[in-house]
């Protein structure tokens, strides 16, 4: 059953090495080239015109990777698995409209903000809703209405506010994604930074699962977690596909994931985070989305209180461009940062357990 999560993962890589160059010369031939703000880094100038809405690759390389890893070990999909896909997709749909028509529109506004935020809720609140459904043998729901950092904690907060809290998640992580998403190969390395890790919790889950409560050591130190298995060929198949991205994405870049990418992998890294039972963890793990995002808001913030701004520029990226680091250099630092969020999340995780035991 391990073989799925290795499969999927190298299928994900290679259908975005060799399918990735093919939506590039699709989109150059269509003229959907990235729209560039004036009032951004000068150096961005020549950004201008590179095809977007890359996202596409590994958006069907995730899910092609998924499903045909079962259809070579012989095993059946998973509601969880279906539902994290479906979010993915979801999400990728709005960002792929809103991008659509910055370039039929060329201009860098795209969706305006309500149409946007309703495709977002729309997607969303369908995905909270049955992720409360499909019980397995076990009574487990591929979501939980408790909080969960390692695993659920306190009381459970209700169907009601669960749809709310995972409302916040997925807007915030997608948009967290969205913000990074501003130097070449920022928001993709890190991406497969966390989804590298997310292979790791699921394994270990699916190992320590109390479904197989008899055969361990310390049944107390147990993951009720519905389907743990596939969570972990998803999260191979999203690390597999965005290195395979990263090889055209990174500098100078020869496409853009554009919103397709950024709110697709926001949203299905909320769905892992969701259905893992790491919804608090998540935030450390993705420690560099959080730190960008809240640049932006200190940035605002001060300006509309104070009249005078904490950064150069926001997102964070782009004030240390302005202080005259090199984008390389700034990407090179921020996914080690990155990495380092990664390393103590997964130090948490593995705490968490050991403390259990």
């Known amino acids: 059953m391990m073989k799925q999560v290795l499969f999927s993962g190298v299928i994900g890589l290679f259908l975005t090495l060799i399918g990735t160059p093919l939506l590039i010369k699709l989109l150059a031939r269509k003229g959907y080239g990235q729209y560039i703000r ?79 935020l309703a495709g977002q809720l729309l997607v969303g609140i369908s995905f909270a809703v049955l992720a409360l459904q499909f019980s397995d043998a076990r009574g487990n729901t591929p979501a939980s209405t408790k909080l969960s950092f390692i695993t659920d904690f306190g009381w459970s907060i209700g169907p009601v506010l669960f749809v709310v809290w995972a409302l916040f998640m997925i807007l915030a992580l997608s948009n967290g994604v969205n913000l990074t998403d501003g130097l070449d190969g920022l928001a993709t390395g890190a991406s497969v930074l966390v989804f ?38 998803i999260a191979s198949a999203l690390m597999g596909a965005c290195l395979g991205f990263l090889w055209w994405n990174t500098s100078p870049a020869k496409i853009f994931m554009g919103d397709t990418g950024s709110l697709a992998l926001g949203g299905v890294l909320t769905g892992l985070a969701i259905l893992s039972r790491t919804e608090l963890l998540v935030a450390i793990m993705g420690g560099l989305f959080v730190l960008i995002t809240m640049s932006v808001v200190i940035q605002v913030g001060s300006f ?33 940062i990155q990495g380092i969020c990664v390393m103590v999340g997964l130090g948490l995780f593995y705490a968490g357990w050991a403390a259990e035991k």
């Open 304 to 336: 509309r209180m104070t009249g005078k701004r904490v950064f150069r520029m926001a997102p964070l990226q782009h004030h240390f461009e302005l202080k005259g680091w090199s984008e390389v250099l700034v990407v090179v630092r921020f996914w080690i």
């Open 38 to 116: 004036d009032d951004g880094p000068r150096t961005h100038g020549s950004k201008r015109g590179t095809p977007t809405m890359g996202g596409i690759a590994f958006i069907l390389a995730t899910v092609a990777a998924y499903f045909l890893s079962k259809v070579i070990t012989g095993q059946a999909p998973t509601y969880s698995g279906v539902l994290v896909l479906g979010l993915m997709v979801g999400m990728g749909l709005v960002g792929f409209l809103d991008d659509y028509i910055k370039i039929v529109k060329r201009r860098s506004l795209g969706l305006r903000a309500k149409a946007k």
């Open 196 to 233: 590298g890790a997310y292979t790791f919790i699921g394994v270990w889950q699916f190992q320590e699962s109390c479904a197989n409560a008899q055969t361990l050591t310390n049944p107390n130190a147990c993951y009720e977690v519905r389907d743990p298995l596939d969570l972990a060929v």
